[in-house]
T-cell receptor, first 111, second 112 residues
C-alpha cells in the first residue's frame, strides 16, 4: 500500500511566522518528492521538488527530506496571507511513472 | 508564459453517456498525465503518456477510460460510460522532464 500521509489541518500561523508542513510516506522505494500548492478551486502548482536527503531552499521555501524516517517537510518563512492554501505532498517511486498525493494540509496565514 | 489548457471547464452528463475531456499541453513537453480529484479528496493519478503510448496507469484507469493524442497538440481523456462516481475535477498535466509537472485548470465533470 503506497500511502502519503499529511495532517489535514487547518494550520494557522500569523503573518511573518514560519509555517511547517509535514508529510510521511509508506513506500521505501519512493525516490522523488514534491510539494504543490493548491488554492481553493484551482489546480495544483509545483513549489519544490527534492530527491536527496537534507534541505533544499528556494526563496522563502525550504524542503527537508529524511529517507530513513520516510519523512518530508516544507517550511515557509515569513508567511504571507497569499500563502494561505492547501499544500499537497506528492511522491514518486523509483520505478514507474505514477505519482501519489497526500490529502493536503490547509494553511491559513492570519494578517 | 506557456500554460496547459483544458476544455470544457465544466461538463454535465447523464450516467452512461460518453465524455471526452480535452487538454492542450505545453508545446515542447513530452510527458502527459491525467489526474482526478473528487471534491474534498486527494489528487489521484490516472495515467501517464509518453512517446505516443501509455507509460503507466493506475487501478482507477480501467477499461472505461482511454487516452489519445489525436494530433500534435491535443491530449484527450475519454470515459466511455460514465458513472455517478466519476464526478470529479479532472486535471491534465504536462512536463518536459517527467518531474516538473504543469497542471491545467481542470474540467469539472458532474454525472447525473
Amino acid at each position: 500500500q503506497k500511502e502519503v500521509e499529511q495532517n489535514s489541518g487547518p494550520l494557522s500561523v500569523p503573518e511573518g511566522a514560519i509555517a511547517s508542513l509535514n508529510c510521511t510516506y509508506s513506500d521505501r522505494g519512493s525516490q522523488s518528492f514534491f510539494w504543490y500548492r493548491q488554492y481553493s478551486g484551482k489546480s495544483p502548482e509545483l513549489i519544490m521538488s527534492i530527491y536527496s536527503n537534507g534541505d533544499k531552499e528556494d526563496g522563502r521555501f525550504t524542503a527537508q527530506l529524511n529517507k530513513a524516517s520516510q519523512y518530508v517537510s516544507l517550511l515557509i518563512r515569513d508567511s504571507q496571507p497569499s500563502d494561505s492554501a492547501t499544500y499537497l505532498c506528492a511522491v514518486k517511486l523509483n520505478t514507474g511513472n505514477q505519482f501519489y498525493f497526500g490529502t493536503g494540509t490547509s494553511l491559513t496565514v492570519i494578517p | 508564459e506557456p500554460e496547459v489548457t483544458q476544455t470544457p471547464s465544466h461538463q454535465v452528463t447523464q450516467m452512461g453517456q460518453e465524455v471526452i475531456l480535452r487538454c492542450v499541453p505545453i508545446s515542447n513537453h513530452l510527458y502527459f498525465y491525467w489526474y482526478r480529484q473528487i471534491l474534498g479528496q486527494k489528487v489521484e493519478f490516472l495515467v501517464s503518456f509518453y512517446n505516443n503510448e501509455i507509460s503507466e496507469k493506475s487501478e482507477i484507469f480501467d477499461d472505461q477510460f482511454s487516452v489519445e493524442r489525436p494530433d500534435g497538440s491535443n491530449f484527450t481523456l475519454k470515459i466511455r460510460s460514465t458513472k455517478l462516481e466519476d464526478s470529479a475535477m479532472y486535471f491534465c498535466a504536462s512536463s518536459d522532464d517527467w518531474a516538473t509537472q504543469y497542471f491545467g485548470p481542470g474540467t469539472r465533470l458532474l454525472v447525473l
